[in-house]
């Protein structure tokens, strides 16, 4: 028998995965690891679920296709972005169900920025992430994505940005101020996530000519802004 593909046996690891987490879940395991887990998880009272949605996008990674639109790109980026937000509210508290929406808006638009950021990168691992359809309606195939002799990419990009900005509206104002506070992490993270997308945009999105990034030196002055904001006023 031949042995498997480097990618089966990620989907066969994964698979076990779901697997020992579905006996972690039902307080069956017996390694340590999971015993942890599932203290951590009755402690917070973290919903099941959510672990089992991370792992089916995590998994939709794995055996990757590609979107032909923006409501199975939307899809995506809750299952690997909006739940781990949905999780760190558990733990960091919250008494408004707004906050919910605060997590599910904010993981998408942490994950679409993450996107326009890794154009490069995925592209040269064989992932294309952006919608199907966007990249037709904007003139351009695989082949040319990254052509900067016309202005399709920029279009496409400027789609993606905009997209990005009104998810990062979204959050904003579903987190009502009192709930601020608990979520001062997340509010960081918001912070230093829109200054990346806004750095991105005022250069034109160079991302086929190197990785946008924000300076650990901004980035900790950005963190600290944030938190004295939010802590002080």
């Keep these: 028998m031949a042995d498997e593909n480097p990618q089966s046996k990620k989907l066969t690891n994964l698979d076990r995965l779901r697997r020992e987490l579905r006996q972690c879940l039902q307080g069956k395991s017996h390694s340590p690891l999971y015993t942890a887990l599932h203290h951590t998880i009755t402690s917070f009272n973290l919903p099941q679920h959510l672990f089992l949605e991370l792992i089916e996008g995590m998994e939709s990674d794995l055996a990757f296709r590609g979107f032909n639109n923006f409501t199975e790109l939307r899809e995506y980026c809750y299952k690997v972005a909006s739940v781990v937000g949905l999780l760190c509210i558990e ?3 919250y008494k408004s169900e707004k906050v919910k929406d605060y ?3 904010l993981g998408i638009a942490l994950q679409l ?3 326009i ?3 490069k990168e995925d592209f040269q691992r064989g992932r294309i992430y952006l919608p199907q359809e966007e990249i037709l309606q904007c003139g351009l195939t695989r082949e040319n994505l990254f052509d900067q002799k016309g202005d399709g990419f920029i279009r496409l990009m400027e789609l993606q940005y905009a997209r990005a900005v ?5 959050a904003e104002q579903a ?3 009192a709930e ?3 979520q001062i992490a997340s509010e960081i993270m918001r912070a230093i996530y829109w200054r990346l997308l806004q750095k991105m945009k005022k250069r034109n999105f160079p991302v086929w000519e190197e990785r946008m990034s924000i300076s650990g030196r901004r980035k900790i002055g950005i963190a600290l802004g944030t938190y004295m904001k939010i802590r002080f006023c």
């Design 166 to 170: 009104e998810y990062y509206r979204k």
């Design 91 to 93: 733990i960091f508290g």
């Design 117 to 119: 950021r890794d154009l």
């Design 103 to 105: 997590a599910i808006n």
């Design 180 to 182: 601020r506070k608990n």
């Design 175 to 177: 987190l009502p101020q």
């Design 113 to 115: 920025t993450n996107i």
